[in-house]
């Protein structure tokens, strides 16, 4: 499940989904540059992905993270997401 957040309504109803935001990877589009936000405290528009490995899988094979940032996310970007899964 990918989630764009880049308000806080938005915000809102990710926790209401019953997952918290330190639970999820992020990354953040910071101009033309995408990067991995393991901090979670980025500026710019910022995309959430589950810390599962079906999510990240679904992520790299749909590149939804693309969608939801409106840019292209590279592959050492995925590469950081499969590293940082709680496996």
Same mark, same amino acid.
């Given at each position: 499940t990918i989630l764009a957040i880049d308000d806080?309504?938005?915000a809102l109803r990710l926790?209401?989904?019953g997952q918290a935001?330190?639970?999820l990877l992020r990354v953040a589009r910071l101009g033309d540059k995408v990067?991995?936000?393991k901090?979670?405290?980025a500026q710019g528009r910022g995309a959430y992905v589950c810390r599962d490995l079906a999510c990240i899988e679904g992520a790299i094979?749909? +590149?939804g993270l693309? +969608?939801?940032l409106k840019c292209r996310v590279s592959e050492e970007v995925y590469k950081s997401?499969?590293?940082a899964y709680d496996g």
């Open positions: 806080e309504p938005k926790l209401q989904e935001l330190d639970e990067i991995y936000d901090d979670k405290k094979k749909h +590149r693309d +969608r939801s997401f499969s590293e």
